[in-house]
């Protein structure tokens, strides 16, 4: 896992502006902590940083093969978990391979292949090639957009990289928001639409989408979407292709030359997760699985059973710690660390995000890291964690819930006319965030394939899993890479296999939601692997901390910034409204801000990332 930075420009000499790229590249250390290097020409410039994973040295990029008609190179972000195939399809080709890692293997295989390559590849990815014959780049993202990958275009200058704050390290860029970016940052937000940003001018490389940037400009292209057609396979057999998906893909993402492990929480998807590769240790003799699980300070004592957070992880981590071949390690956050961690989170996205959702995850990945398990000292560098599986599966409350599939718009984020009014007064004038949801919201419905054999049911349901997919798990994807990769750590998820999504989009919703159940058919599925009441157990969300500490901590953070009549917040929220909020300890603001978890406490958060935000990236407001 790793970052890159790159420029290319038709018009004139860059190859003296290595200072530039240099500088780019900077900005995206933690991404790569390992190794870092160049790569230039008249005509481009290319930066790396890299995290080692596999192939310590035959990794090392940027790469660049040479042949007699000219070079390519590579820089290249991600995992590929099919190497054993293309490995194959290489050597019908006589290639011949100089490392094992994938970079190589992505590069050689576009040089023997083509773009056509890009529907073979099995991976979470992000990478540009450069070719000097064709005097062209080729750009790819994998299926679901794990990886990122972001760009701008000014004058003659095409600038990328694998995250923001690179881009707005060239002298050229300007840090702009305009309409649409504050309806993203405070109509969707923290979601996004696909392909935008909160800066003007600068986008995104769509997931399942490649790109040729030449002379003639950028041309961009889907290679792949989920496609709904008939699937007729019967409960035995769709179970049966199920567990093979699951173990294939699963089995795939624990190769790795550096420590692995996963996390646990104790609840369905972690533990199948953890469960599946345990099992693969044991029978393949290897060393116990290492798992981890997050808690926070005085959580026990202060826990309180919700519709969204039933019961506390502890007693379930204990039970399957008693079902695997594991050693386990719980790490504890305590409050301060978690809202302190509030101004590097803002760093890691480069936007506001989930607040303490963030930080938490930021900082659990940060101790992972830093966890000595063995006698040499050795520190985790990989996790596999159970994300996605709700999405995939269909484990929201949103998929059961009448008033949400009704809603009319995104059922995470109902609190339209809050967030309208949590805008300045000036700009709310300006600016119709219900407008812009609603275009959105209907653009996205307009992309669903529904079939004349589905049932109303399952119909209704495919609109839903649309939306989930391509709107509130690019969320947690971003939230993964971006909190991950700030503390040099990889995280894997298996569930988001786009094989596995494919078949699971097609299954009729009656049996996707075996007995009623969210994940009913997932839990069908696994029972005979797992202890029942880990099958049973109600869903609950990402672990967050309920100690009031922390929101007597952050509400004391946006008083600070609200004593301050010339704090940034103002010129775009409402500081009355604000006023209202800390009064009330966030009931002012009825209804979460977004999903299931960003309440009272983690409103007033996200309120301390926007002023954060403002004052570190101190972008100019242009409606």
């Known amino acids: 896992m790793c970052g890159f930075v790159g420029l290319v420009n038709y018009k004139k000499d860059i190859s003296k502006e290595k200072n530039i790229i240099q500088k780019m590249n900077n900005t995206i250390t933690q991404r790569g902590p390992d190794e870092f290097g160049y790569y230039s020409s008249v005509n481009v410039a290319l930066g790396h940083r890299r995290l080692i994973v596999r192939d310590p040295e035959g990794g090392k990029q940027p790469m660049i093969a040479k042949y007699s008609f000219g070079e390519y190179v590579i820089v290249y972000n991600g995992q590929i978990y099919n190497t054993d195939e293309l490995i194959e399809k290489l050597a019908k080709h006589n290639v011949i391979l100089q490392t094992h890692s994938d970079t190589e293997i992505v590069l050689k295989c576009f040089i023997t292949f083509g773009s056509k390559i890009i529907k073979s590849l099995n991976g979470i990815f992000a990478f540009a090639i450069w070719d000097s014959r064709k005097e ?62 909160v800066f003007k ?65 104790g609840g369905l998807d972690s533990s199948i997760i953890s469960k599946f590769a345990s099992d693969y240790c044991k029978k393949n003799n290897l060393s116990p699985l290492h798992t981890y699980s997050i808690d926070y300070v005085d959580n026990d004592k202060n826990f309180v059973k919700s519709d969204f957070q039933p019961n506390s992880d502890n007693y379930y981590i204990n039970l399957m710690n008693e079902n695997l071949y594991n050693i386990h390690h719980n790490i504890v956050i305590d409050t301060p660390e978690l809202a302190t961690y509030l101004e590097d989170a803002v760093i ?64 995470w984020s109902i609190a339209i006319s809050e967030r309208q009014q ?34 109303k049911e399952t119909a209704q349901k495919r609109k839903i899993s649309y939306l989930t997919l391509y709107w509130f798990m690019q969320t947690l994807l971003d939230r993964s890479d971006r909190m991950a990769m700030y503390s040099g750590f990889e995280l894997r998820v298996p569930f988001c296999d786009y094989r596995l ?73 409402n500081r009355q409204y604000i006023l209202n909020i800390l009064e009330t300890d966030g009931k002012a603001f009825t209804r979460p801000w977004f999903g299931q978890l960003m309440t009272g406490p983690q409103l007033m958060a996200y309120l301390c990332q926007v002023n954060i935000w403002l004052e570190k990236y101190q972008p100019k407001i242009e409606i």
């Open 201 to 265: 001018n600068i986008y995104e490389i769509k997931p399942a989408h490649y790109a040729i940037y030449n002379k003639s400009g950028l041309h961009i292209e889907k290679y792949w979407k989920l496609e709904s057609k008939e699937q007729n396979d019967n409960l035995d057999k769709t179970c049966e292709t199920l567990k093979y998906l699951l173990n294939d893909t699963i089995t795939k993402q624990l190769v790795s030359d550096v420590p692995l492990c996963t996390f646990l929480s």
């Open 501 to 573: 999504a494919q078949y699971v989009w097609n299954i009729p919703w009656e049996m996707k939601a075996l007995n009623g159940r969210e994940k009913g058919l997932l839990r069908y599925v696994c029972r005979d692997i797992l202890p029942d009441e880990i099958i049973d157990r109600k869903k609950s969300p990402y672990p967050k901390t309920h100690n009031p500490t922390y929101a007597k901590k952050v509400k004391e953070m946006l008083e600070e910034i609200m004593q301050d009549k010339n704090a940034p917040i103002n010129s775009l929220l």
């Open 348 to 411: 890691a996205r480069d936007t506001p995000g989930m607040a303490d959702i963030d930080s938490s995850l930021l900082l659990f990945c940060k101790h992972v890291k830093e966890s000595k398990f063995d006698e040499n000292n050795s520190k985790m560098t990989v996790a596999l964690t159970g994300e996605c599986a709700d999405e995939i599966f269909g484990g929201y409350p949103w998929f059961f819930r009448e008033d949400a599939l009704n809603s009319g718009t995104f059922p």
């Open 422 to 455: 949590l805008l300045n007064p000036d700009i709310s004038a300006k600016v119709n965030l219900k407008d812009y949801i609603d275009f959105r919201y209907n653009e996205s419905l307009n992309e669903v394939e529904i079939l004349d054999t589905n049932s």
């Open 136 to 197: 062209e780049l080729f750009i790819a993202r994998d299926h679901f957009g794990v990886k990122p990958f972001f760009y701008t275009q000014i004058d003659n200058n095409f600038i990328f990289a694998s995250e923001i704050k690179a881009l707005l390290a060239h002298p050229q860029v300007k840090k702009i928001i305009d309409g649409q970016c504050i309806s993203e940052l405070f109509g969707i937000g923290p979601a996004h639409t696909l392909g935008t940003t």
